[in-house]
């Protein structure tokens, strides 16, 4: 089991598409958070096993949906984020809900997950994904995803499409307008 754990470490680790300036800058983000003191206990946290997050994949009803996988660790990740908070903002009143599911350690959820989201004030719905059994959930996310981050996959209904890259903002909205059409 530890030596299970330690692959999924090193995987999730690894998999996290590298950028070195934004990799200092999440360093510096990371630093800051850690030197506060910043009280989480109005931070809730919805955390799921795969099983109790696939209700979030399977939504019928006219809605579109921005799924993103995420962690407080992945520079990229980090440096996207605010694209989705800002179509959260833009598209809420337009049957368009993001969700940003995060694949943070479990262990850092008080540590560092809460105070990173209360820190960027995040607006999105948060949640945390829990199941180490990475093996048998991200296929059946998508079959072409390798299990780096960030992903996403935007649907409506039974239409979907999956992302294996960072976005900014206007490639993020280009995509979401094609469901809403």
């Given amino acids: ?32 958070v850690s030197e506060k003191e910043v009280s989480t206990g109005d ?13 979030f994949l399977k939504k019928k009803d006219n809605k579109v949906y921005v799924v993103n996988f995420w962690a407080t660790w992945c520079a990229p990740c980090v ?13 809420k009143n337009k049957n368009v809900e993001v969700i940003l599911v995060s694949l ?5 959820y008080d540590k560092k997950l809460k105070p990173f989201m209360k820190e960027r004030k995040l607006a999105s719905k948060v949640i945390a994904l829990d199941d180490v059994d ?3 959930w991200i296929p059946k996310i998508s079959e072409a995803w390798s299990g780096s981050i960030p992903a996403t996959i935007i649907y ?3 239409k979907s499409k999956f992302y294996e890259q960072s ?11 094609q469901f809403l059409n």
């Avoid at 440096?79 to 598209?91: D, G, H, I, S, V």
Wanted: hydrophobic letters at 40%; aromatic letters at 12%.
């Fill in 1 to 32: 089991m530890k030596l299970k754990l330690l692959f999924i470490v090193i995987l999730l680790v690894t998999s996290c598409k590298k950028n070195s300036k934004t990799t200092e800058v999440l360093k510096e983000n990371l630093e800051v």
């Fill in 43 to 55: 931070i809730e946290l919805e955390i799921y096993d795969f099983t109790g997050f696939e209700k």
């Fill in 79 to 91: 440096k996207e984020l605010p694209y989705f908070e800002e179509l959260n903002a833009q598209y």
């Fill in 104 to 108: 943070d350690f479990p262990h850092l």
């Fill in 134 to 136: 990475m093996n048998t």
């Fill in 156 to 158: 409506k209904n039974d």
């Fill in 167 to 177: 976005f900014n903002y206007e490639e993020l909205e280009k995509e979401v307008k």
